[in-house]
């Protein structure tokens, strides 16, 4: 099969197939602001910082404990989206959105 921008869009190659085996990283976007943790069954928000972020997932850093799955906001007026722990490194914490 040729490599055409055809086959790419039709899903014909994947990112795995292109990159040599790896999937392309997410571009990120350093952020440094201010968010905050919701968790199901809670009331009252966490504070943490979103060091950056990417369309997929983003780096936080909380100095309290996070769990595994939870709502981020970047607001605390707003909706956030939820998230899954992907890894964990002292207080710097790497989440997958989930939805």
């Given at each position: 099969m040729r490599l055409t921008a055809t086959a790419i869009a039709d899903g014909r190659f994947s990112g795995m197939r292109l990159f040599g085996g790896k999937k392309p990283r997410e571009v990120r976007r350093r952020f440094?602001?201010?968010?905050?943790?919701?968790?199901?069954?809670?009331?009252?928000?966490?504070?943490?910082?979103?060091?950056?972020?990417?369309?997929?997932?983003?780096?936080?850093?909380?100095?309290?404990?996070?769990?595994?799955?939870?709502?981020?906001?970047?607001?605390?007026?707003?909706?956030?989206?939820r998230c899954k722990v992907v890894w964990r490194k002292g207080q710097r914490i790497g989440v997958r959105f989930t939805a």
């Amino acid at each position: 099969m040729r490599l055409t921008a055809t086959a790419i869009a039709d899903g014909r190659f994947s990112g795995m197939r292109l990159f040599g085996g790896k999937k392309p990283r997410e571009v990120r976007r350093r952020f440094d602001e201010t968010a905050w943790i919701s968790i199901d069954g809670t009331f009252g928000l966490r504070e943490c910082r979103v060091l950056d972020f990417s369309a997929g997932g983003a780096q936080i850093q909380s100095s309290e404990p996070v769990p595994d799955a939870f709502v981020l906001s970047f607001s605390r007026e707003r909706r956030g989206r939820r998230c899954k722990v992907v890894w964990r490194k002292g207080q710097r914490i790497g989440v997958r959105f989930t939805a």
